[in-house]
């Protein structure tokens, strides 16, 4: 990066700061810090909406995740407009009707203060953890790619979303957020525009598309049955259905952008825009990363693209091995290229596609092999190297100011998810636990005070869980499964609530911590390798165990009063 990218990052980042503070320098009132005073409109709520779910690890993990398995990764997005669909018909007139400041309001009104206190809780403890990795996990990555110290990159992140949430509160984020994912889709198809461009000399875009597919980077639906497959068809109609329609029907994070709409059309309306653009969108960063690995079949890729790990195996007692590992490798990516050449040439033929497909994977296990070779050396270094692959494109390819408008990309990104789950974790910590046990009678003044104060205090808390996590496998894959061990349980209570009306809040708070144990066991298994089990099935799971459960229990509570 010279002085125009670290220019163009920084007034991006500021401006955008500024601007927030600056449009909401007159908010007054718990109403408009927590609701934004109800004046939003579709097009900002849709924004919002998008910008929430789409953190900074979106645009560093998923490149890399179709870099390293292909397209697959959509079918997990394919329950998501079904969910949008039902949240518009029933949980968003519920949640006006009440004129909820927090989605677990409901749960009081429909069962009890227990039942409202545990959904609250579960909320906060998986939102609690995420928001430390949405400001970790591009830090980490940032600062090992542009050298930058660790712990000075995450405080830059915390601290700019902390200055305009505490200042402006829901209307700070949405109005932010609109920008930022401006920002962000201008970046992302600039850098896809770039990618077709510098191979548009070797292979048009179709002929590329030929060569990923040839590799199975393509293949976007399975239609296998197997419940040991990650992404399938039916993991996202079922398991992925049942995410999306916790994340966005009962997380505060997301609930807290569409209540604050100007009315319930318009809330639906923004609902509907993420229903339509979601899965495109996450379509098209997935083709960038199958775009990116045949890119770099005519490019030279670095053996491993975390650069650190590299720099420490040259100068360790594995050195030589690595020598050679690395001239065997060069070797296989000229033949790679050679035969894709050909084919794309049509000289070679089928033959020539063969031998690609089989050089493919020589280089592959070259990959494999030295990251074996690392895992021998220090088995506390993390060798997954894919969510690197995005910036070291960024880093080496790009023009200058381009790369500072990408850094901006993915610094607004976590910014932008950053900050409603400060603003959302502050809202229910204030109106479900401050408000409603603490100080019953409060003044409105007392109660803005408070969500103030405390999301200045989520953000510290996520700023040193932050400093003091570890780098998970894969960024984007980390924060769904943290999602999917609480969101089914969750679900599952308002799902009760919604539609089983004879069961009473005894029954279904038994049922509801009896299955977040099971799930939380599920996940543990699967952790040890005796289960083998999709993620997303966690959210199925954790859903049907508590209207089940809540079933069957109700009958031992006959006598409990509504």
């Known amino acids: 990066m010279n002085s125009l990218d670290l220019f163009i990052l920084f007034s991006t980042l500021f401006g955008i700061v500024a601007y927030g503070v600056w449009k909401t320098r007159h908010s007054k009132g718990i109403e408009g810090y927590l609701k934004g005073d109800g004046t939003m409109k579709w097009g900002a709520i849709g924004l919002s909406v998008m910008a929430t779910q789409a953190s900074a690890i979106t645009f560093i993990s998923t490149p890399g995740q179709a870099y390293d398995s292909g397209m697959a990764f959509v079918q997990n997005y394919l329950g998501l407009p079904i969910a949008l669909v039902i949240i518009s018909a029933v949980f ?3 949640y006006y009707k009440l004129k909820v400041f927090t989605a677990y309001e409901y749960l009081e009104s429909r069962f009890d203060l227990k039942v409202r206190l545990l959904g609250a809780f579960l ?11 949405t400001i970790y996990a591009p830090a980490i990555i940032i600062s090992t790619i542009l050298d930058w110290n660790l712990t000075l990159t995450i405080l830059l992140v915390g601290v700019l979303v902390i200055i305009y949430t505490y200042s402006g509160g829901t209307r700070a984020v949405s109005i932010t957020q609109k920008h930022q994912m401006t920002v962000i889709l201008i970046g992302m198809l600039a850098a896809f525009a770039m990618i077709v461009y510098y191979l548009s000399p070797y292979a048009s875009f179709g002929e590329a598309l030929s060569l990923a597919g040839a590799l199975g980077k393509t293949e976007a639906i399975d239609l296998d049955f197997s419940f040991e497959k990650r992404y399938t068809v039916w993991s996202g109609l079922t398991g992925g259905l049942f995410l999306a329609l916790s994340y966005f029907g009962t997380d505060q994070s997301q609930v807290q952008r ?5 009315n319930i059309t318009e809330s639906r309306m923004g609902l509907m825009f993420n229903a339509v653009l979601k899965i495109p969108m996450q379509f098209l960063i997935l083709l960038m990363g199958v775009m990116l690995y045949i890119f770099y079949v005519f490019y030279t890729p670095p053996l491993h693209f975390n650069e650190q790990t590299v720099a420490q195996i040259e100068t360790s007692s594995k050195k030589d091995t690595f020598v050679e590992m690395k001239a065997n490798f060069d070797q296989l990516l000229i033949d790679r290229k050679n035969a894709a050449s050909n084919f794309v040439s049509k000289e070679g033929g089928e033959k020539a596609l063969e031998e690609f497909k089989a050089l493919d994977v020589k280089i592959n296990e070259n990959r494999d092999s030295f990251k074996n070779l690392v895992a021998e050396f220090d088995s506390s270094i993390k060798t997954k190297d894919s969510d690197y692959v995005f910036l070291t494109f960024i880093l080496n390819y790009l023009p200058h100011g381009l790369i500072g408008l990408l850094i901006a990309v993915i610094f607004s990104a976590a910014m932008s998810s950053t900050s409603s789950e400060l603003n959302s974790l502050a809202s229910t910590t204030a109106i479900d636990f401050y408000k409603r046990v603490l100080n019953k009678n409060g003044s409105d003044k007392d109660f803005l005070k408070a969500s103030k104060m405390l999301t200045l205090a989520w953000g510290v808390i996520a700023i040193i869980f932050a400093i003091i996590a570890n780098n998970a ?3 984007i894959e980390a924060v769904n499964i943290i999602g999917s061990i ?7 209570i308002f799902l009760v609530a919604f539609f089983f009306k004879t069961v009473r809040g005894n029954a279904v708070f038994i049922a509801a911590i009896l299955s977040e144990i099971i799930v939380l066991v599920c996940h543990t298994l699967n952790e040890l390798e005796i ?3 999709s993620y997303l099935l966690y959210n199925v799971i954790g859903c049907g165990l508590t209207i089940i459960l809540s079933l069957i229990l109700q009958l031992f509570f006959k006598n409990e009063k509504i």
């Open 473 to 475: 496998e894969n960024l």
């Open 486 to 492: 609480f969101y089914g349980t969750i679900l599952g």
């Open 531 to 533: 289960l083998n089990v």
């Open 92 to 94: 968003i007139p519920i």
């Open 123 to 133: 909320f906060l403890l998986q939102r609690g953890l995420a928001a430390g990795i």
């Open 258 to 262: 569409y209540i604050g709409g100007k």
